[in-house]
């Protein structure tokens, strides 16, 4: 049964303009009331389930600054004799209904019941997660079921009782959206044109919008002002002068869907050249090491404000003119939202952000401030991790032009929602204020290999200058990453920001085969069908390291075919290609001699002229003539079942045989090497090729 979780949001405005700060909706108290549930704020909603397999209603959490209400409602004809009720911040270990804490029996048959529980009754607030389990006495006509709120089953395999998990929240965004609004008319009263002082105008603004209630704080820094909420929320005003040295960027354009664009940030010099960073930080390049692959991924959410830069465009040319394959992603505006950044760790060569940065470490997205945005990153809302960016534009007549408003988010945002690892990734981020260190833990925490940022504002020309100046050098995989690093000084505009380098010094692209002995799992290879990295198979043990691939005509993960591949340049020295390989089927003995062949093939493809070379080839008859084998006897194969059985038959393999080739002809080559094997006859006796150590020399 597919669970059906889902945010609902319900705000009777969401706009630009709105009557001012929230205060909490607290709704009546009581049982077995029609309300409307904190009608500003977030809700969960999960099914009820009767029976194990019928939904039979809802169950609806949310919550406002001070209590927690639990919904239940039924459908069609069920009805609610009794509910009991767990809550609390650990997982309940016990699943009897009657010993939760929490009751409301005697209920005769009603389609809704309503829990009401202060928050500070269970010692939690804003932001905490808490654990659920609903249970429900439901009635059907004559038909009595126990009903559960769907989850996670409580005691597994004991019985069905289940629990889910709920993070307490409150939607204040109205709170932000009164205060740009409020922002905006002061700044059209008090803005008389191009050419005033920037940061006397935002201290202004920051008095006034302290008086407000919702209003924490606010802190000034050059031509932003930080607004930080009661709630948690924080938000940036950009505001900027047209006639002013852009930096990192065009102007505003009113018209415009995408991020607003023009200047970068400005705020106070923390230069760490790279010499002050330590010798724990960098290592030196007599220690080559390797990007996990030639992926690239370019992420500029403000590429529209860009167009006489062309970013995107300019890197992809870099790339292509290289003796290097490079396998090139990107997003811009709108697409390269939040989201996109949780799944970055997938590019093991190179990220790239060209955005807007902050002192605080925030970088704006381009995810546009709506509806849905709002309810999806909610929870990050409150804890600060995503805050809400505005550019204001200064107008010729006085006043200010306000853009479409956009999420940023910060350095802890990264670091809880990146999903997955870096394998020695180069990160460079072309944003303001951004070389931090606490940037580069995230990434390193990650398995980032080397980091590139700016200590300060930087103008959008010395930024891209940077980026392509050292994409340049690193493309061809000749330079490392310390041999590519020149530290300069901004010298466009005032804030003289510096280019950073953290991480590791000896870091290159990789010219040759990586990961050849799957100890990175699939790292730098493409899987198709049943290809995977496993640690043994029965007795059978990896020839070097502690993992090896396995391809497969239908050992559960597909029905008839396994392949895996890896495109990568053959070095000028290399002179040859091994590898070790072990071919197991149930095919043996008995199909010897018949139409099931399943054939296991090794290719080399030429990228440049897709000509192909066959390396080895192996069914089983051929295998059958090399071992001595048929349908009546064993010969040299290895007979291993019944320690490895597959599913139809006995297993046979010929133990793990040690392939070479001489790659001389593709010196200074881009080829694929892939491996694959296939069902030859039927779909009913498998066959699986283990793989390992593979390497040039």
Not at 295 to 321: C, G, H, L, Y
Not at 418 to 445: A, Q
Not at 456 to 468: I, S
Not at 640 to 664: A, K, R
Request: net charge negative; charged share 20%; proline share 3%.
């Amino acid at each position: 049964m597919k669970k059906l979780i889902y945010l609902i949001i319900a705000i009777t405005v969401l706009g630009f303009i709105v009557t001012g700060c929230n205060n909490p909706v607290v709704p009546p108290s009581g049982q077995n009331e029609s309300i409307n549930i904190a009608k500003n704020n977030l809700s969960y909603k999960t099914d009820l389930i009767a029976g194990q397999h019928t939904i039979s209603g809802s169950i609806t959490v949310s919550n406002d600054d001070e209590n927690l209400f639990i919904t239940y409602e039924t459908v069609d004809n069920w009805l609610i004799n009794e509910t009991h009720l767990y809550v609390g911040t650990t997982i309940p270990t016990k699943s009897a209904p009657g010993k939760f804490p929490y009751k409301h029996e005697e209920l005769g048959g009603v389609k809704t019941d309503l829990y009401i529980i202060p928050l500070f009754d269970l010692n939690i607030g804003l932001g905490d997660i808490i654990y659920i389990a609903a249970h429900a006495d439901l009635v059907d006509g004559v038909v009595s079921e126990t009903g559960w709120a769907e989850g996670v089953e409580i005691r597994l395999g004991k019985n069905w009782a289940m629990y889910f998990e709920y993070q307490v929240t409150c939607d204040t965004l109205q709170d932000v959206l009164f205060i740009h609004n409020l922002a905006e008319k002061k700044l059209n009263d008090i803005v008389e044109g191009p050419g005033i002082d920037i940061e006397d105008i935002l201290n202004i603004l920051g008095n006034y919008l302290n008086e407000q209630t919702c209003v924490k704080n606010t802190s000034v820094d050059g031509n932003i002002i930080q607004i930080n909420y009661v709630s948690g929320l924080v938000s940036f005003i950009f505001l900027q002068d047209p006639n002013a040295t852009p930096t990192a960027g065009g102007n505003t354009r009113e018209t415009l869907s995408s991020i607003p664009l023009s200047q970068q940030t400005q705020g106070t010099n923390v230069t760490v050249p790279k010499s002050s960073i330590g010798e724990s930080n960098l290592l030196k390049a007599n220690n080559i090491e390797y990007t996990g692959n030639c992926k690239i991924f370019i992420w500029v959410p403000i590429a529209a404000e860009m167009e006489s830069f062309n970013v995107v465009q300019e890197f992809k040319n870099r790339f292509e003119d290289s003796d290097l394959s490079f396998d090139i992603s990107y997003l811009e505006n709108e697409a390269a939202d939040i989201d996109s950044l949780k799944y970055i760790a997938e590019y093991d060569g190179m990220v790239i952000f060209n955005t807007h940065g902050t002192t605080n470490n925030y970088l704006c997205t381009g995810a546009l401030v709506n509806f849905w945005n709002t309810t999806r990153y909610a929870v990050d809302l409150l804890l600060g991790n995503i805050g809400i960016w505005n550019n204001m534009m200064i107008k010729e007549e006085g006043g200010v032009l306000s853009a479409h408003k956009a999420f940023a988010v910060n350095s802890k945002f990264l670091s809880k929602h990146i999903s997955g690892n870096f394998l020695n990734t180069i990160i460079i981020n072309l944003s303001c204020h951004n070389g931090t260190e606490e940037w580069w833990n995230v990434f390193e925490n990650k398995g980032a290999g080397a980091y590139f940022g700016f200590s300060d504002t930087t103008t959008e020309r010395f930024a891209t200058e940077q980026g392509y100046d050292l994409v340049e050098k690193l493309r061809n995989g000749n330079l490392t990453t310390g041999d590519a690093y020149e530290e300069k000084t901004d010298p466009y505009g005032s804030k003289k920001a510096t280019w950073l380098m953290w991480g590791k010094e000896n870091l290159k692209f990789p010219k040759g085969l990586i990961n050849g002995s799957f100890e990175e799992g699939l790292k730098s290879w493409q899987s198709n069908g049943d290809g995977r990295v496993i640690y043994d198979l029965g007795p059978i043990e990896p020839t070097h390291g502690n993992k090896m691939g396995i391809i497969s005509t239908g050992l559960g993960y597909t029905t008839n075919y396994g392949s895996v591949q890896q495109t990568f340049q053959i070095g000028e020295n290399y002179q040859a290609l091994r590898f070790s390989w072990n071919y197991l089927s149930e095919e043996f003995l008995e199909w010897i001699n018949s139409i099931y062949q399943d054939p296991f093939k090794v290719t080399l493809t030429s990228v440049d002229d897709s000509s192909t070379v066959i390396l080895l080839s192996r069914t089983v008859d051929n295998i059958a003539t090399e071992f001595g084998a048929s349908w009546s006897n064993g010969g040299d194969l290895i007979y291993v079942s019944p320690d490895i059985i597959f599913d139809m038959g006995d297993v046979w393999m010929t133990g793990w045989q040690n392939f070479e080739y001489n790659i001389s002809a593709f010196q200074g080559s881009v080829v694929t090497i892939k491996f694959e094997v296939v069902d030859e006859g039927d779909e009913i006796f498998d066959t699986a090729v283990l793989l390992d150590n593979i390497r040039l020399e």
